[in-house]
């Protein structure tokens, strides 16, 4: 009775839109976005950076970093490659590269599960001991969250942090002459999880990559400083640095050659019969971080001692942005991933 | 081969342990919170109160408050029975009752979906609105959020607000001689439930109390700066008030006749054949502000036009909860709701 209500009020007999029909995950974020009241004074940068920048009072010299993620079991992770330990590790470690993204430091963290009736105590708490080990390295607190029963495992991770206001680096503050860097090299989770998913060993680097990564919170208070836009590398640089470039209403040119691969990661291109760059472009869960950075700044950077890799460059061209090979052919930068597509 | 080496690692051939097995829910959550740090100078209450109360600068004049609610489908809400928009509304209204119970306002939300592949886009649309409108009703901002993909339709809220820190009410601040009281009448929700699965029609009072509740932000404000001791009543009076009695070390008096309830809730009870008494202690999900307060503090609410209803008194003796009845008799309260028992 209530249902029918339901569906009549809504019209629901016209053809039901499946998520992917609109374009998938982004397009329906920016669709339900427009539902909500996502602006007020207090929020400095709503959806669509790596964190919520929040406004906790005018005369703080910090603004507050929220950054929520979401992993379902046989989606994000699978029990076959990865132990609890690892799925913990990974957790916090994802959320804590959202804040180190931003230029700040994690301090709270909210964990919510939904377990299968059927879940081994023992499972969680292995589960726990990987979050621990994360929480150790970067000084966060559990300080809340909620566990309740479902048929799918579910963890969810709010994380919060703080950042200096004038060390804030947002997605769309890319400049025309911006250097393009990355603190690592890109592709050991994609080429590891292609390995094992065509029943090849991974090297032990790849297999660490891959289920149990860590984030750049060891230099990312030192680039913050000094970069202009700065991003994670969790959906694959081609889609992260879309992100970036849309939003700074800017192009870029990624040279090729420059985009640096472990030699596992090559390894793991011939053993697959993959181009091994498919992995830095396409491959999500690097977590190293993407930052334009002034030739200036770069300078400084050096000598603070952080090197990183230089890849391409910023443009004036919007949303343009250009893969050029060893011999000067360019082509456009396409991959990355969506949940929906 | 990896799963192998995990099993192997942690000697899990033992019998495995179920969450049940261990006593449910809190005592997951015991065993859980001793693996990670949760406290530190600037975690003021972590796990074990409605919200987290956070420092963000000791010259702050607020704390932080942070809580997390995670909602399953058929667990926590089922398309029988409510519709999207009321999933929304009680997704926000939920998690503001927890940030209400410690004194504060909500400000920020985010929110994390979990979909099926096969979720319709409107029914996606009608849940965000029933979300927007509980936010303008508070003034809540949805500052951020994560989307995926799963076999179950899950639903995270994370709620951040703020408290002046001289309003901050806590779980474990009842004192002996303290009134108990409550912001509402009790039981509507369950009794809805109860009928709905037993093929009754509750009426609209019972069914929008089910479905779409609103949490007490409207007088919470005016309570706290009053109060000693306050929770919201989401498990229901029985296990709520245990939280209150276990942390503050006390006991309570109940005196069942002066349980509030409403006219449709004793009804439900007659046609069901059950006490409507036991949708009150045990039911949850009333969303109203269960507190302590002394005898002069609740002369000076009754002054700022808040009513309520004194249910009962806290006793000195440690965790001692007892329903007394009309004729005098005493029996220990009991009831609440855990997932996993």
New interface residues.
Partial sequence: ???K??KKA?G?DMM???????GG?FK??D???D??????A??VV??GDD??V?E??PE?T?Y?L?????L?EN??FT???????HVGIKAVESNASDIAAMGGTP??M?V????P??????W???L??G??TA??RHG?????????????L?I?V?L?G?VPKAHLCLRRDACPGDLIMVTGTLGASAAALTMLESGH?PSDYL?TKHRAPACRLDISDRIAPLANAMIDISDGLASDLGHICKQSRVGANIHSGTIPLHPDVRQAGSLVGKDPLVFALGGGEDYELLFTITPANRDKLIKLGIDGYVIGEITVDPSFISLVDHDGHRRPLSGGFD??R
């Fill in positions: 009775l209530l249902q209500d339901y809504n629901n039901a839109m499946k998520i992917k029909d609109i995950e329906l974020i669709r339900l976005s539902l909500v009241h996502t602006q007020n207090s929020v709503g959806i964190a919520a929040l906790t009072a703080a910090t507050l929220a950054t929520t993620d979401m379902v989606q994000h029990s076959r490659w990865s132990g609890p330990e301090s709270w909210l919510s599960l939904a377990l009736e059927t879940t081994d105590v023992e969680v708490e292995v726990y001991k979050m621990a929480c150790r966060i607190i559990l300080a809340g969250g909620d566990t309740t029963r479902s048929n799918t579910v969810s709010t919060l703080s060993a297999l949940h929906f």
